[in-house]
């Protein structure tokens, strides 16, 4: 006769009716009951199938594609995940940020983070999530859109900024993400202040 567990019933009921479809650690059903339970019911969900395990403590509920198959949750929803249950200040890299903002048409190969954590590689499938560890000089405005506009400009450069490059910032860039590059300008590099005071401008871009 097969065991039947009522806490690992709340744990599937509070998945399926959550609207958040970020991946789950057992802090998120601090609720329920106890949290030596509450990983224990997990563990045996994972075995059954009835959840996915990502990596160690971090599950979701399988999701089906009807032409790939079972999916998982993206890249950044897992990072992200990963990285509020360490408080750590992070920023995509680069390569990364160059290409959400539009400046390069390049798609990385892998996703990497930068972080001040240390944080060991996630595979999810057939791509990977490094965690770069990095001092916190290198996070100027982490985790905000003036944060990866920065780390853009680190990728490319000086001379790897054009012109129309330069305008599409000037153009697409919110508000508040223009206010607060003003404001972190003086701890960037020389090179970059300039570019960022151009961006930054409220006036039109010559």
Request: avoid cysteine; proline fraction near 7%; aromatic fraction near 4%.
């Amino acid at each position: 006769m097969k065991t039947s567990y009522p806490i690992d019933d709340k744990i599937i009921r509070s998945i399926w009716s959550s609207r958040n479809p970020l991946p789950k650690t057992a802090k998120d059903f601090s609720t329920i009951g106890k949290s030596a339970a509450i990983r224990q019911a997990l563990a045996r969900l994972a075995k059954s199938g009835k959840l996915k395990r990502i990596r160690r403590g971090f599950y979701e509920r399988p999701r089906f594609h009807p032409i790939i198959g079972q999916s998982t949750s993206s890249s950044m929803d897992v990072a992200r995940v990963i990285l509020e249950s360490r408080h750590a200040p992070w920023q995509v890299s680069g390569a990364t940020a160059a290409n959400l903002l539009g400046l390069s048409e390049q798609v990385p190969g892998q996703l990497v983070i930068k972080t001040t954590a240390s944080i060991p590689p996630v595979k999810l499938g057939n791509s990977q999530i490094k965690f770069q560890r990095v001092a916190p000089s290198s996070l100027i405005g982490a985790g905000t859109e003036a944060g990866t506009v920065i780390q853009a400009l680190r990728h490319l450069g000086s001379e790897g900024l054009g012109p129309t490059q330069r305008e599409h910032l000037h153009r697409n860039l919110k508000a508040n993400t223009k206010r607060e590059l003003k404001k972190l300008a003086p701890e960037l590099p020389q090179w970059m202040q300039p570019i960022v005071k151009e961006i930054s401008s409220e006036s039109e871009m010559p």
